[in-house]
């Protein structure tokens, strides 16, 4: 592990911490994620540790707040949610704060229509006793909701919902909890480069189109009265006539919304799939990564929501100057997984194939 690297464990007192112990140099096998929805995503380690101490951390840590740094840089802050009793010690898991999303279900007390950041806005003041009251980077969307989140609903399961509409952006929407468990919303934005890789730092990628992630021509159907209602399909004619076929997707299930939420969510999915994609899995890299000021940085700083460039991945003629999600040599991050062991980071990108479930609502 990166002598810069430091793991500091605090009690559960998240307004006047203490440091219960420093176990940088105690721990092995650590890894630690980012993803969207989410920020920072799972971290877990072994710890080499004797009944005594292994009953300790069982009886006495749970749910305690682990802060990892790279130099003075905050790469994991989450809490302590799983332990496992193994043949050295015991392996922890801690979840990113996003989890605090799931502890309370909503008992109608939090207002359930208005637009998306409104109503993230009320459920995160009423039910998220852990995220930090400074809601001053949930940006605003245009959309009016209703119906779309209920009474048992937690935020975490109704951000998905929520986001999927969209707003006049058509962009992707995605909630994190980063620093301090400051919470985040906003849409996908692509117009600057974050990080610049180089092929040869690159451990592993493979690269691949599917005409199946085609839809060029999209409807929603929602619940008018009781009674399931279609919007109009919306066509993208120059996809048509590049592909030379139509292919039309219906979006079913949306819920009882006004008619523009359902045409918004409708003409967001059609911008989405109107092109098609290279789609990548995932890819490695070994090596470090530089900013867009060529200055050479660790790869585990990169987190969900950066955006990555492989620099010599284009042909010579290529114009690099712009740019623009081309899912080839630029990337949107979905998701990272850093193996503090290998020095190897793991970047899931957000392409429509690839939108894994998120690990932490498989978990919770």
């Known amino acids: 592990m990166s002598l810069l690297m430091s793991l500091k464990l605090f009690d559960n007192n998240l307004a006047s911490p203490t440091l219960i112990r420093d176990i940088t140099n105690e721990v092995s096998g650590l890894r630690f994620s980012t993803i969207l929805h989410g920020g920072f995503g799972i971290a877990s380690f072994d710890l080499a540790a004797d009944i005594n101490e ?12 682990l802060v990892i740094h790279e130099k003075d840089y905050t790469v994991f802050e989450g809490r302590l949610e799983d332990m496992e009793f193994i043949k050295s010690g015991l392996r922890a898991t801690f979840f990113g704060y996003y ?25 995160l003041t009423e ?14 969307t245009d959309i009016a909701l209703a119906n779309v989140c209920s009474i048992d609903d937690t935020l975490l399961s109704a951000l998905d919902k929520l986001s999927r509409f969209s707003d006049s952006t058509l962009q992707a929407w995605y909630f994190a909890i980063w620093e301090d468990r400051v919470p985040y919303f906003f849409p996908r934005s692509i117009s600057t480069v974050d990080w610049l890789v180089f092929m040869g730092d690159i451990e592993s990628m493979s690269l691949r189109v599917s005409a199946k992630l085609l839809w060029n021509a999209v409807y929603t159907v929602y619940d008018v009265a009781g009674t399931a209602t279609r919007t109009s399909v919306s066509t993208n004619a120059d996809s048509v006539t590049k592909y030379g076929v139509t292919r039309r997707k219906a979006i079913s299930d949306v819920g009882t919304v006004a008619q523009a939420a359902a045409e918004n969510q409708r003409d967001w999915q059609l911008v989405e799939t109107q092109e098609l994609y290279q789609q990548t899995d995932r890819f490695s890299i070994a090596g470090s990564v530089h900013n867009s000021n060529g200055v050479r940085f660790p790869n585990c700083r990169i987190r969900a929501g950066d955006v990555i460039r492989i620099q010599d991945l284009v042909p010579a003629s290529a114009d690099v100057t712009t740019v623009a999600r081309d899912a080839l040599r630029t990337f949107y991050v979905k998701e990272t997984e850093y193996d503090a062991d290998t020095g190897v980071v793991t970047i899931i990108p957000d392409t429509e194939s690839l939108r894994l479930e998120s690990v932490l609502a498989k978990e919770l």
Do not use: M, P
């Not at 989890?99 to 359930?112: H, P």
């Open 99 to 123: 989890s605090n999303l799931g502890d309370v279900a909503n008992d109608g007390t939090a207002t359930e229509a208005g637009n998306a950041d409104v109503i993230i806005k009320s459920w």
């Open 127 to 140: 039910f998220c006793a852990q995220i930090s009251a400074d809601q001053t980077n949930i940006q605003a």
């Open 54 to 65: 292994a009953w300790y951390w069982r009886t006495h840590y749970f749910l305690h707040r």
